[in-house]
């Protein structure tokens, strides 16, 4: 019940104002304001971060703009009477169907995650220096 939410730009880091690395991945160590544990998180740089936005964003929007040619075409096929015995037809309404159902929930999750900052992998740094996997209570990026 008790989350601690920490909001911070990714520009800049917390600690001591890091910059983001100019190219590929690096772990910056944190502290968190609120109740002074210290952390490791992975950064990309924001290239590397703008492109994988972009690539999501245009992935989004091409499967919701998808939904311009399948769901016309399920209505059409939907709606004609078959013959007995046709599973083509039946088959091809099934396919649509899927592929409809795919792309309402695969566009707006890739638009969901377009909003991505670039900062991952937030672990706990215990006092021997070892890191956890899992870090319970913190939402920070």
């Given at each position: 019940m008790a989350v601690t939410?920490?909001?911070?730009?990714?520009?800049?880091?917390?600690?001591?104002?890091?910059?983001?690395?100019?190219?590929?991945?690096?772990s910056v160590g944190?502290?968190?304001?609120?109740?002074?544990?210290?952390f490791s998180v992975q950064v990309e740089s924001v290239a590397k971060a703008r492109?994988?936005?972009?690539?999501?964003?245009?992935?989004?929007w091409l499967v919701l703009?998808?939904?311009?040619?399948?769901?016309?075409?399920?209505?059409h096929l939907g709606g004609q009477t078959v013959e007995e015995g046709d599973t083509k037809?039946?088959?091809l309404v099934g396919i649509l169907f899927g592929l409809v159902a795919l792309a309402v929930v695969a566009?707006?999750?890739f638009l969901v995650a377009a909003n991505?900052?670039?900062?991952?992998?937030?672990?706990?740094?215990?006092?021997?220096?070892?890191?956890?996997?899992?870090?319970q209570g913190h939402r920070m990026f």
């Amino acid at each position: 019940m008790a989350v601690t939410t920490v909001k911070w730009s990714v520009a800049h880091l917390p600690t001591g104002g890091a910059d983001r690395p100019s190219s590929g991945e690096q772990s910056v160590g944190i502290t968190c304001p609120r109740c002074s544990r210290n952390f490791s998180v992975q950064v990309e740089s924001v290239a590397k971060a703008r492109r994988k936005q972009l690539i999501y964003r245009a992935v989004g929007w091409l499967v919701l703009l998808s939904l311009l040619v399948t769901v016309p075409m399920l209505f059409h096929l939907g709606g004609q009477t078959v013959e007995e015995g046709d599973t083509k037809s039946s088959d091809l309404v099934g396919i649509l169907f899927g592929l409809v159902a795919l792309a309402v929930v695969a566009g707006p999750s890739f638009l969901v995650a377009a909003n991505r900052s670039g900062v991952k992998k937030l672990r706990l740094v215990r006092n021997d220096g070892t890191k956890t996997a899992l870090v319970q209570g913190h939402r920070m990026f």
